[in-house]
């Protein structure tokens, strides 16, 4: 969709997501797109934290995620000159239960933290 209107000639800025539980910027052609972690937790897919067995019976779905410790934001400003500033935040995981204990550095070619990282985006 973004494709088809900028060729009609439409200038697009930015194209922001933030369901990917991950933190990315690429940039095609003048378009910045960014996605933005996700606010609560990872989703790996598979039982990773060791949760109690009652937990894991009254929420069968909860095992496959790594919560995170406080809820993600990030704050952004886009200036005059259209170039975008991201204020986001570090976070962590609860109790320490990290995707690195499962030997889990990256997700789909991403970095995987509990953080927003702040960056200065520059449009030309």
Known sequence: MLTREIRKGKNILACINGH???????????????????????????????????IRTN????????????PLSAVFVIHDNNDIEIQGMEGGYQDHFSPSVLGIHAWDGRSVTASIQSRSLIHF
Do not use: C, R
């Open 59 to 70: 929420h069968p779905d909860l095992p496959d995620m790594i919560l995170h410790e406080q």
């Open 20 to 54: 990917d539980h991950a933190d990315s910027v690429e940039k095609m052609n003048s378009t910045h797109y960014i996605t933005v972690n996700s606010i609560s937790y990872k989703w790996f897919g598979f039982q990773s934290y060791p949760f109690s067995e009652e």
